[in-house]
């Protein structure tokens, strides 16, 4: 059965911390992998794809890499902000889509 | 643009009835994704679209649930009829050219059972 984990389960920072969030998953035949946010009562907000060719993205404070041979991706946040609370999922991307248990992230002033 | 447009943003309703979601995807997307989230079972796929035809739909979770999609620029998720198992969050998503593009989400219709 293909599994994502995603660790920490939550994690509560100060701003201005340099964050690490992981991604595990047990099939590395995958398409690509893809990072979402998601805010209390709303839907999700993609925020990096990497294609199965790509070892990285980076998008503003945000960076995600994955190394298909451990069956990892990480999405790291720099000078983390308290918009930047909320939960982070990871996608995983098969024959099918295959969503994480999340990282419910608190970043405080 | 709009982004993904989903309608009721809530719906309660007694066990029985029949439930009727709706979705508009982003213009120029031709695939369209139904999604289920639930405390205990997290992000589920239920099924997809390409070009309006359904692709997979092995998450369906059994007949009473059914999706349509007429025209590039509407789908609709009808459960009939309900249980109040089916409460949960549905969520719709597109994005173009499947699952190598970003997939984009509504906002979700929450559905409680009662």
């Known amino acids: 059965k293909q599994e994502v984990t995603q660790i920490p389960a939550a994690l509560s920072v100060p701003e201005g911390e340099n964050l690490v969030l992981n991604c595990s998953f047990t099939?590395?035949?995958?398409?690509?992998l893809q990072w979402f946010r998601q805010d209390p009562g709303k839907g999700l907000t993609s925020l990096l794809l990497?294609?199965?060719?790509?070892r990285e993205q980076t998008s503003g404070r945000l960076n995600a890499s994955l190394d298909k041979s451990s069956g990892r991706s990480t999405l790291y946040i720099a000078a983390s902000q308290p918009g930047d609370s909320a939960t982070y999922l990871c996608?995983?991307?098969?024959?099918?889509?295959?969503f994480g248990t999340g990282t419910r992230l608190q970043v405080f002033p | 643009d709009a982004g993904v447009i989903q309608s009721p943003r809530h719906e309660v309703t007694e066990m029985g009835q029949e439930v009727t979601l709706r979705c508009k995807p982003i213009?120029?997307?031709?695939?369209l994704f139904w999604y289920r989230q639930t405390m205990m079972r997290g992000l589920e796929l239920l099924i997809y679209?390409?070009?309006?035809?359904?692709?997979?739909d092995s998450g369906m979770p059994e007949d009473r649930f059914s999706a349509k999609m007429p025209n590039a620029s509407f789908s609709t998720l009808k459960i009939q009829p309900s249980e109040p198992r089916d409460s949960a969050v549905y969520f719709c998503?597109?994005?173009?050219?499947?699952?190598?593009?970003?997939?984009?989400f509504g906002d979700g219709t929450r559905l409680s059972i009662l």
């Open positions: 213009s120029g997307h031709d695939y």
């Open positions: 990497i294609q199965s060719s790509q």
């Open positions: 996608r995983y991307n098969t024959d099918k889509l295959i």
């Open positions: 998503a597109s994005s173009g050219q499947g699952g190598n593009q970003p997939q984009h």
């Open positions: 679209f390409n070009n309006n035809v359904p692709i997979d």
């Open positions: 099939d590395s035949a995958i398409y690509n």
